[in-house]
């Protein structure tokens, strides 16, 4: 991985740099947050001509290192106007690393409705027109791609939102089925690459774990250490494997901080319906798969593939993403969710924004709460480009303002997932503070506040969530450096060789020797280049607070508030 | 004026308190600033319990100072999500000040639904359900209520757009003749006054012009010096009288800086269709009135009173409303603008904010550029509460942000006006450097650029224009507190005698012995008071900026850019 990929959208022009000595020892998150803080001014109009957007692999991407297939996408964000990473599994970051760049910049911006495919091979790299393709939903996108470019290619793309500029749109990215179900969904940065006129990115390289490692044995000998390390933690090797994430739906309702009712309260009666459990039945029922990997070798298998009634394939269906169609709108019907699932991976939107924006809109009386019918014809819309369908499609911080909702989850613009911070308090936090805009991936939580990962933290106390945000914030923006899918951290937080393990790999693949000093100081300086980030582009303490809502209503049953105000400002403290 | 009058919408609770002692020197701007400053939490959500709505008249108000019947309305902005405050002529300043208030602060918050009217008297005050006013239009509400309390009765109303919480809504005031057509436009302050639940404030005193006054025959003397200077000076004393505000329509396509399709030109070839000129000529030709004063006692009378084809008695055209309405969306049918402004009055929105989101909705193509009819028949849909209409009554920036589009005229959420920032720069320092959002009120810069009152600063060149707009701005916030119209500036900024009149009459009204350095100190204050508001509320640097295009497409005819950036941060530098 020694190329930069530059591709100027105006002159449609690609020139492939040397990856410059700064940016050597940085991969996904870390490299992304970099460049786009070194390249673009952020005071800038995220779907104008001065964003970029920014595809990095991740450190170990391309290897054998286990769960190491995610890649990092990162731009200013049309949903928060701040600094934004997405995250991604699979196929496309193995893919990437393998033709040997370790970034991929795209810049300027085309006259409007012009839409391209950057395909990239071992003989080179070509910018194609988008034909036919523009306009199409992702399932499509993908199949049509596939089939000319092989079932072996993997493709990133857009769906009609993100070409319609609707600031919820992802990037969707082909899963190994060639299901179009993986987004780098948040911050509506598949907005921006249809800003750029950027309909697909097609990979298409026959290796996948080649990638050149300078000290192979020891390499290997750490990969295998470390899948099981994975494979031996009861979250990462049998909880995950079993249910897929979503298992956490009964576990959070259990805990009574699964947002319901549009965060109106912290049990649904109907959790089990739309539950993990539940879900593999069906996936097993249906001919799909309970378990499955988003990614070729990644060990937890946490995906699933589900089925619809009528026999389309979805691809997988996420404990955030059940969430967000399931309790938040008060809807227990699985196949609504699905249903809910396959627009959004078609049309391109991020679940967990479109989940939260459907819970404004019933919070306006736009939508009945717990008519799924009537969600899935609102959704609709969205691929329709009507009034309603473009304001599903901003999100749910604009649709709040144009009806007037007082009652909205969001932090920095973008919608807060599926945790109530009012009784899971360190993701509270962590919701808050994060440049990333409500986001609960940035420092999850979850692990000390519920599932007893790495320590407890009761999730109803203040004592102790500062601290343990800042540590999972710090730890995160590593992880997300490496490519290793952050579920790793499970296993990472409570085997004390977990870290260890990754630094080998990372040593032995790069001739290193870094300690576990260098990863917190890797952890805290990403943090820092997009907190300064979002402090050029106009942010400031007052966006690092939760909505009013949460500090004045109780939620029950725990019947607890979120208090923390001043303290949220030495969360990131370095 | 020595009662405060404080409203509690959430418990239905009416209390007259007397003025603390701080706030005695205050009227206008600088009293509904100072009580929102110290008592609404400036991260509050605007359209929450804790935000509060504060009317107050100037402190000439209720005499007969010529031209002082200005009131003001202060709060949070539902649309900037910072510190606002709202001027209105017509009847309201004087009754509320002859029946001895010197502010009306409205708090908390009630059911949703629910609606009221607050009723002030000689008799005392009373909070009556609307009944069967709530979601009826501006027109009929007043009409309705002078039919119930007498043709004298002054009315401050919301029409449907307030009462659906939209962020693009104003709080109209009855004129002179009973129209719905003075408007406290800017901010969205009648989306508040719908989130409170009121929908009108009915005024009802046999008195205009009887406030006590401490040394009459000296403020008599005053005020008749002052209506001299007024009527001496070539803007105040002819040209609005004549024409009215419109007559700018001409001047300002003449110098090139009238905005037109969306700001990307600076003449319209049709401007004298929908300037002063022809609009006097219509309105005398169908029995309306081509000069007219919005309050007793105005000796510029710059309104007018314009009646529809169809012989509906529309009240006013200004000039801002004429350019939103004319070349902002390619319209040369003054007729057209006549319905949009009609439109607008009847269901509560700004008529500028809403110019500016027609052109952005025809700059993203929901609506032709130049097609009248097609904006009267998406603007119709406001009042139905239809998601387009939703998203019009949003404004511009949230507009915008629901299609993607990139140019769109707005500082910190409001639109700007009639004036383009590029070539008369004096103005687009005011735009991007006040509290208050886009507002060209803010500082007048258009004076001393265009109109060669004041001096003479090239509004093509950068040299001057921050001293100007700085100067003017304080100099408007002292002008907004005493309810004189903001137009005797024309005078006072000529007129070596017109500052020393205004501080006699307010000396001898009160018993004070203000001096030129008092007034200077009180603006000042007010933006001050308004600037800290806004800090604590989120707001820096990168907020005090005009949009990317502003910066990089040249506006013709004068080819111009603005380029001012850090400069601006010295504007409000006291």
């Known amino acids: 991985m020694d190329k930069l990929l530059r591709v ?33 001014e952020p005071a800038c109009e995220p779907l104008g001509p001065f964003n970029k957007l920014v595809f990095a692999p991740g450190l170990l991407s391309g290897t054998n290192a286990p769960s190491s297939g995610r890649m990092s996408v990162g731009g ?5 106007s701040g600094i934004k990473e997405a995250n991604c599994g699979g196929v496309p970051s193995q893919k990437l690393a393998n033709l040997g760049y370790k970034a991929v910049i795209i810049e300027g911006k085309p006259a409007a409705g012009e839409f391209h495919i950057l395909k990239l091979t071992e003989g080179g790299v ?29 493709v990133i793309f857009i769906g009609p939102a993100g070409e319609m500029l609707m600031a919820g749109a992802g990037i969707g990215a082909s899963d190994p089925e060639g299901n179009a179900c993986r987004y780098f969904g948040r911050g509506g940065l598949g907005a921006v690459m249809g800003s750029k006129g950027l309909k697909a990115i097609v990979l298409d390289s026959p290796k996948t774990f080649d990638v050149p490692v300078k000290d192979k044995d020891r390499f290997q000998a750490a990969a295998k250490k470390f899948a099981r390390i994975l494979l031996d933690h009861p979250v990462t090797g049998q909880g995950l494997p079993a249910y897929g994430t979503n298992v956490l739906m009964n576990i959070i309702n259990e805990a009574g901080t ?3 009712r549009n965060f109106s309260r912290g049990r649904f009666e109907k959790a089990n319906d739309v539950g993990g459990e539940k879900l593999a039945e069906v996936c097993n029922a249906r001919g799909g798969k309970a378990t499955h990997a988003c990614h070729p070798g990644c060990v937890m298998r946490c995906s699933n593939i589900y089925i619809l009634p009528d026999g389309r394939e979805l691809g997988k269906i996420e404990y955030e993403t059940a969430w967000g169609f399931g309790p938040n709108i008060e809807n227990g019907d699985m ?22 924006t459907l819970g404004v809109l019933m919070e306006a009386g736009v939508i009945p709460f717990g008519d799924g019918r009537a969600a899935v014809e609102a959704l609709k819309e969205v691929g329709r480009g009507t009034p309603l369908g473009r304001i599903i499609g901003a999100g749910a911080t604009f649709a709040g303002k144009v009806y007037g909702v007082t009652r909205v989850p969001a932090v920095k613009g973008q919608a807060i997932p599926a945790y109530d911070p009012r009784s899971c308090k360190g993701n509270g936090v962590t919701y808050a503070t994060t440049a990333m805009g409500a986001d609960h991936t940035a420092g999850y939580a979850v692990t000390a506040n519920i599932l007893k990962v790495g320590g407890y933290v009761d999730p109803t106390k203040e004592e102790g969530q500062i601290e343990l945000s800042r540590n999972l914030q ?5 992880v997300d450096s490496t490519g290793l899918c952050l579920f790793v951290a499970f296993a990472v937080l409570d085997n004390p060789e977990g870290l260890p393990t990754v630094i080998e790999m990372l040593n032995a693949m790069y001739g290193l020797s870094l300690t576990a000093d260098d990863v917190v100081a890797l952890g805290k300086s990403i943090l820092k280049v ?19 809502f949460f500090y004045n209503e109780e939620l029950p049953p725990h019947n607890t508030r979120f208090v923390l105000k001043k303290e949220l400002d030495e969360v990131i403290n370095f």
């Open 8 to 40: 100027d959208m105006t002159a449609k022009k690609i020139k492939v740099e040397t990856v410059p000595e700064k940016y050597a020892a940085l991969g996904g998150r870390a490299l992304t947050s970099q460049i786009v803080a070194d390249e673009v």
């Open 76 to 80: 200013k964000s049309p949903l928060t």
């Open 126 to 154: 070509e910018l194609l027109p988008a034909g036919g393709l523009a306009g199409r939903g992702g399932y499509e996108t993908v199949r049509t791609l596939q089939e000319k470019y092989g079932k072996k290619a993997a």
């Open 258 to 260: 699964l947002p319901t």
């Open 335 to 356: 196949d609504i969710i699905g249903e809910l699932n396959y627009i959004c991976n078609d049309v391109g939107l991020d679940t967990i924004e479109t989940g939260a």
């Open 474 to 478: 710090i730890a995160t923006a590593a």
């Open 530 to 548: 997009e907190k300064e980030f979002n402090a050029r582009a106009g942010f400031g303490k007052a966006d690092d607070r939760l909505p009013e």
